[in-house]
């Protein structure tokens, strides 16, 4: 399977890819529209034995009708989940979308427009046509990538603009997350050619176009990037900005700054500068402060010699971020992370972007009284982040490096890739004030010897791109034989005590729990953060005393953690995030019950016992530090 994936690709499109120009978010401003090209697409799946009858064939030069049957497909959405046929749901390989769009006659009446054509995201593997050519490819789920395209709609104006998406979620051992092909050649037990993909992360590996896709226009001479760091002193807030062009030699380039009321509190002219705020209104997390989430907006004005113009409006969070040896500070006062794990899953839908999910979601969390989550296992859409930014949620925003357990992944090509990955990631997210920490994966096999050098590289690497930010990765390996950890700020370990060691036995808890969090920090004198624990819950099953897998029992994990996290929180622990916010799907298996049911909710959003025992807890902390505005006292319901 890798084979045909990369005799496509080598044919088709050659070896992608490196990391150029910027990845703004795409907003529209006087000088930008945006049009999106959301809804149904036609779409197949490429069965044939070796999935390359759609390169062969050229799928991408026709309408797609024209070279075989097509079916109805929700953009965005996971493909997997949307029909009743099991053989989508589970299949591996190409799979084509297209679409036709009338791509607006001012647009390209204008010469001076710049039309861009912008994928949010497609797992894993996509090459993207225009009107039959080939304007892009790239590797990687979550994360967005586009292409110039006035070159070759202008040459059809007119007519109708084809854009056919071809995807492949074939995992192998250097893409991120890794996985294998594996080929069951006997064929007293098995189809000729039978193949199955084996993972070694715990959920379902959905693909499609999980994002929207959209049509975005900036001026010839535009604004690429815009850099943006933080900091304050006393009252006086500073931003710390750069701006990158395109399209011209000499910009003059405007800042303005300005407050929630719109009114313009500090200017600065040319590329690169600093902004000085006084009276700053800092970005403080939720719970933390009474005005959590303040956000400026940054106004950008570039004027090209040309006269051309361009405009982009960022919001601006003040805030910054440090770690001491024992601390996690936010804006110089300790931050403790109580908050969640989540995952982009739903029914139907799988990872597909879903504003109702998103909403509801941020409802819980603040129901909840959880502060922070961790984007586990992958970026999360943009507009999460944003989201993020405006309710003052903080993110420790991971990369999708999960189920490295395979020592070929941690030789060079798995390298270069995760590190282009980490720059991606940097790109789309450095300018977000919620994200305060970078995680470059979930637990890797970190005691195999070639993980002391990958993660050195990677690390540093992730710094070097964002020196404001601290990095880490999350551990499940020993404290005495990770070799990873040297190089991280912060150490994050997950642990599943009377679950996976022990099943059922709850009272072990607290002796192990203790032994773990003495054994990191004194071995690194890190702030160490639990970034997972917990029990699945089969919603609904009960028994006391309590049992695996009732709701009881899940509880009692949770109750019988947090004793040992009071203990230590004042100490060096500085966060506990629950696994999970929610059910999810899995692949199938004999441990997993449709999906891991280690939700506080189930997948549907409604509470299981647990989701109480946390909302109880979380709000006491909150209400702990004392800077709890009246409005935000615990609601004793
Ligand atoms: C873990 C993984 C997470 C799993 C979880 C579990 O350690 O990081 O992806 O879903 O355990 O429930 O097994």
Same mark, same amino acid.
């Not at 994936?5 to 044919?11: S, T």
């Not at 959405?77 to 799979?95: C, H, K, M, P, Y």
């Not at 001026?219 to 943006?228: C, F, M, N, S």
């Given at each position: 399977?890798?084979?045909?994936?990369?005799?496509?690709?080598?044919? $088709?499109? =050659?070896?992608? *890819?490196?990391?150029?120009? &910027?990845?703004?978010? %795409?907003? #529209?401003?006087?000088?930008?529209?945006?049009?999106?090209?959301?809804?149904?697409?036609?779409?197949?799946?490429?069965?044939?034995?070796?999935?390359?009858?759609?390169?062969?064939?050229?799928?991408?030069?026709?309408?797609?009708?024209?070279?075989?049957?097509?079916?109805?497909?929700?953009?965005?959405?996971?493909?997997?989940?949307?029909?009743?046929?099991?053989?989508?749901?589970?299949?591996?390989?190409?799979?084509?979308?297209?679409?036709?769009?009338?791509?607006?006659?001012?647009?390209?009446?204008?010469?001076?427009?710049?039309?861009?054509?912008?994928?949010?995201?497609?797992?894993?593997?996509?090459?993207?046509? $225009?009107? =039959?050519?080939? *304007?892009?490819?790239?590797? &990687?789920?979550?994360? %967005?990538? #586009?292409?110039?395209?006035?070159?070759?709609?202008?040459?059809?104006?007119?007519?109708?603009?084809?854009?056919?998406?071809?995807?492949?979620?074939?995992?192998?051992?250097?893409?991120?997350?890794?996985?294998?092909?594996?080929?069951?050649?006997?064929?007293?037990?098995?189809?000729?050619?039978?193949?199955?993909?084996?993972?070694?992360?715990?959920?379902?590996?959905?693909?499609?176009?999980?994002?929207?896709?959209?049509?975005?226009?900036?001026?010839?001479?535009?604004?690429?990037?815009?850099?943006?760091?933080?900091?304050?002193?006393?009252?006086?807030?500073?931003?710390?900005?750069?701006?990158?062009?395109?399209?011209?030699?000499?910009?003059? *380039?405007?800042?303005?700054?300005?407050?929630?009321?719109?009114?313009?509190?500090?200017?600065?002219?040319?590329?690169?500068?600093?902004?000085?705020?006084?009276?700053?209104?800092?970005?403080?997390?939720?719970?933390?402060?009474?005005?959590?989430?303040?956000?400026?907006?940054?106004?950008?004005?570039?004027?090209?010699?040309?006269?051309?113009?361009?405009?982009?409006?960022?919001?601006?969070?003040?805030?910054?971020?440090?770690?001491?040896?024992?601390?996690?500070?936010?804006?110089?006062?300790?931050?403790?992370?109580?908050?969640?794990?989540?995952?982009?899953?739903?029914?139907?839908?799988?990872?597909?972007?879903?504003?109702?999910?998103?909403?509801?979601?941020?409802?819980?969390?603040?129901?909840?009284?959880?502060?922070?989550?961790?984007?586990?296992?992958?970026?999360?859409?943009?507009?999460?982040?944003?989201?993020?930014?405006?309710?003052?949620?903080?993110?420790?925003?991971?990369?999708?490096?999960?189920?490295?357990?395979?020592?070929?992944?941690?030789?060079?090509?798995?390298?270069?890739?995760?590190?282009?990955?980490?720059?991606?990631?940097?790109?789309?997210?450095?300018?977000?004030?919620?994200?305060?920490?970078?995680?470059?994966?979930?637990?890797?096999?970190?005691?195999?010897?070639?993980?002391?050098?990958?993660?050195?590289?990677?690390?540093?690497?992730?710094?070097?791109?964002?020196?404001?930010?601290?990095?880490?990765?999350?551990?499940?390996?020993?404290?005495?034989?990770?070799?990873?950890?040297?190089?991280?700020?912060?150490?994050?370990?997950?642990?599943?005590?009377?679950?996976?060691?022990?099943?059922?036995?709850?009272?072990?808890?607290?002796?192990?729990?203790?032994?773990?969090?003495?054994?990191?920090?004194?071995?690194?004198?890190?702030?160490?953060?639990?970034?997972?624990?917990?029990?699945?819950?089969?919603?609904?099953?009960?028994?006391?005393?309590?049992?695996?897998?009732?709701?009881?029992?899940?509880?009692?994990?949770?109750?019988?953690?947090?004793?040992?996290?009071?203990?230590?929180?004042?100490?060096?622990?500085?966060?506990?995030?629950?696994?999970?916010?929610?059910?999810?799907?899995?692949?199938?298996?004999?441990?997993?019950?449709?999906?891991?049911?280690?939700?506080?909710?189930?997948?549907?959003?409604?509470?299981?016992?647990?989701?109480?025992?946390?909302?109880?807890?979380?709000?006491?902390?909150?209400?702990?530090?004392?800077?709890?505005?009246?409005?935000?006292?615990?609601?004793?319901?």
């Amino acid at each position: 399977m890798w084979l045909v994936k990369l005799a496509c690709l080598a044919a $088709v499109c =050659g070896r992608c *890819v490196s990391v150029s120009g &910027g990845m703004l978010y %795409p907003r #529209e401003s006087p000088s930008r529209e945006r049009k999106e090209l959301d809804g149904l697409w036609s779409f197949r799946a490429d069965f044939s034995p070796d999935r390359s009858a759609g390169f062969t064939q050229g799928w991408f030069k026709r309408p797609l009708a024209e070279t075989g049957p097509v079916i109805d497909m929700a953009v965005p959405s996971s493909f997997n989940d949307i029909t009743q046929d099991a053989e989508l749901r589970d299949f591996i390989g190409w799979v084509w979308y297209e679409k036709e769009v009338w791509v607006p006659t001012r647009w390209l009446q204008d010469k001076g427009t710049r039309i861009v054509l912008r994928v949010e995201s497609a797992h894993y593997y996509s090459v993207v046509w $225009v009107n =039959g050519v080939k *304007v892009t490819q790239h590797e &990687g789920g979550h994360l %967005p990538f #586009e292409a110039d395209i006035d070159g070759v709609i202008r040459k059809d104006v007119g007519l109708p603009c084809r854009i056919t998406i071809a995807v492949n979620n074939t995992l192998d051992l250097h893409t991120l997350p890794p996985g294998t092909i594996q080929y069951l050649n006997d064929h007293t037990k098995y189809p000729a050619g039978y193949f199955i993909q084996n993972y070694n992360f715990d959920f379902f590996n959905y693909a499609g176009i999980h994002r929207s896709v959209l049509l975005y226009t900036t001026p010839k001479a535009y604004i690429d990037d815009i850099t943006v760091d933080t900091n304050f002193s006393d009252s006086t807030g500073f931003v710390f900005y750069n701006v990158s062009v395109v399209g011209s030699a000499k910009p003059t *380039v405007k800042i303005s700054l300005s407050g929630k009321d719109g009114r313009c509190v500090s200017t600065a002219n040319g590329i690169s500068g600093v902004l000085k705020v006084p009276d700053v209104n800092l970005w403080w997390p939720y719970l933390m402060h009474e005005n959590a989430g303040y956000l400026y907006t940054m106004e950008v004005q570039l004027t090209a010699e040309s006269g051309e113009s361009d405009v982009y409006m960022l919001p601006v969070g003040i805030r910054t971020v440090k770690v001491t040896s024992n601390q996690f500070l936010i804006n110089n006062k300790p931050f403790y992370f109580h908050g969640v794990n989540k995952h982009e899953d739903a029914d139907v839908r799988g990872k597909g972007f879903d504003w109702p999910l998103i909403v509801k979601d941020f409802n819980l969390m603040k129901w909840m009284g959880a502060n922070s989550f961790r984007t586990s296992h992958y970026p999360y859409a943009e507009e999460i982040l944003q989201m993020a930014d405006r309710h003052g949620i903080v993110v420790i925003d991971e990369c999708p490096g999960v189920g490295i357990k395979d020592i070929r992944s941690f030789g060079n090509a798995s390298l270069a890739h995760h590190l282009i990955v980490m720059e991606e990631l940097v790109r789309r997210d450095k300018n977000h004030p919620s994200v305060v920490m970078w995680s470059v994966a979930n637990e890797p096999a970190a005691e195999m010897p070639p993980a002391g050098f990958y993660f050195k590289q990677l690390v540093a690497h992730t710094k070097s791109l964002d020196p404001a930010r601290p990095v880490t990765y999350i551990t499940d390996s020993n404290f005495a034989r990770d070799l990873g950890a040297p190089y991280v700020d912060v150490i994050c370990v997950n642990s599943y005590f009377s679950w996976y060691h022990d099943p059922g036995h709850l009272e072990v808890i607290p002796i192990q729990l203790n032994t773990q969090f003495d054994n990191w920090y004194g071995k690194y004198q890190k702030p160490v953060i639990q970034s997972e624990y917990g029990a699945d819950a089969v919603p609904g099953l009960h028994n006391d005393p309590p049992m695996m897998f009732t709701e009881e029992y899940q509880k009692r994990v949770l109750q019988n953690y947090h004793k040992v996290f009071d203990q230590k929180r004042k100490k060096f622990v500085v966060g506990e995030l629950i696994w999970n916010f929610a059910d999810f799907m899995t692949a199938q298996g004999t441990t997993r019950v449709v999906g891991n049911k280690k939700g506080m909710f189930t997948r549907q959003r409604q509470p299981k016992a647990g989701a109480f025992i946390l909302r109880e807890r979380y709000w006491a902390i909150a209400n702990e530090t004392g800077v709890l505005p009246t409005w935000a006292k615990y609601p004793c319901l």
